[in-house]
């Protein structure tokens, strides 16, 4: 059953001229719908508004019932990554470049945007990883990820040795320049360009795809996102190796470190217009060809 939404939070690209514009335009347009804004106060810096409506990001996913994110995907993965804890929907206006998760246009939202605030949306959620790194089996560092994590080295096209397991079960042993694990939602970004899968946003699944293997046999693998990755590492590695969520965040691993990823507890609720398509964002974004009569 959806909601009405009444109190909104507004989350945009500090610094950036066209997020402010389009920032002040919903805000304007929230309050004369008799809407309570509150402000991320990064993004809210720049506009002439009370201190009382402008409040850090935790505390908008504490307050709001829905969160309007303006920029591009980046911006939303990086508040996705905080909002998914708290019950609060989520929504994006695009001021990036290609904008898989975030639909509204930022010259035409009011139209869709009141019909979402009324109650008419569709509603979806997106899982998160939960990403832990173990020294000694001991947990060294964690994090979580909307889209994917990567196990790289810190320099471009350096090799690295690991063993990848999945629910204890071990798998293979791989040298190559690295291995990416991406979510459904993940799997149309960095995951696509190195040769991986799309997967639908429905599917409980993970993509393990290997970046650039030292062998011809080795190929993308889908596996159930209930189950446990673990990738073990080599003491034959360098020490400059990362572990990067979301390209945002970065973990520092060492030579025979373990790093368990898994489905996250929290997932994001993502919600779209009543004419959202996920088949027509991927023709758009992808440049698919159109029906043909």
């Known amino acids: 059953m959806t909601q009405k939404f009444k109190k909104i939070g507004l989350i945009g690209k500090p610094n950036h001229d066209g997020a402010n514009s389009t920032l002040q335009s919903l805000h304007s347009f929230l309050i004369a719908l008799g809407c309570d804004v509150l402000i991320e106060q990064r993004a809210g810096q720049q506009m002439q508004l009370e201190d009382k409506e402008l409040v850090d990001l935790v505390d908008l996913g504490k307050l709001c019932d829905l969160a309007i994110v303006v920029g591009g995907d980046g911006n939303m993965l990086g508040a996705a990554r905080v909002l998914s804890r708290f019950n609060i929907a989520v929504i994006g206006v695009n001021r990036g470049n290609l904008g898989f998760l975030t639909d509204l246009n930022p010259d035409s939202f009011e139209a869709a945007l009141e019909q979402v605030i009324s109650g008419e949306y569709r509603e979806e959620e997106r899982f998160l990883l939960e990403v832990e790194v173990y020294r000694h089996e001991k947990l060294k560092s964690s994090n979580s990820a909307v889209n994917e994590a990567v196990l790289h080295a810190d320099k471009v096209a350096h090799m690295i040795e690991f063993e990848a397991f999945i ?35 429905d599917l409980n699944a993970m993509a393990l795809v290997p970046m650039f293997p030292h062998t011809l046999s080795s190929r993308p693998l889908v596996v159930d996102a209930q189950s446990e990755i673990r990738l073990k590492l080599s003491l034959n590695n360098d020490d400059n190796l990362q572990v990067s969520c979301d390209s945002h965040i970065v973990l520092a691993v060492m030579p025979g470190d373990e790093i368990v990823i898994k489905k996250g507890d929290s997932p994001l609720r993502l919600v779209h217009p009543k004419d959202y398509s996920y088949f027509n964002v991927l023709r758009q974004k992808l440049n698919w060809g159109n029906p043909l009569y």
């Not at 149309?188 to 946003?201: C, E, K």
């Open 167 to 201: 629910d204890n079960d071990f798998v293979f042993s791989q040298r190559s320049d690295g291995l990416i694990i991406s979510t459904p939602t993940g799997s149309t970004a960095y995951s696509l360009s190195g040769g991986g899968p799309i997967l639908t946003p």
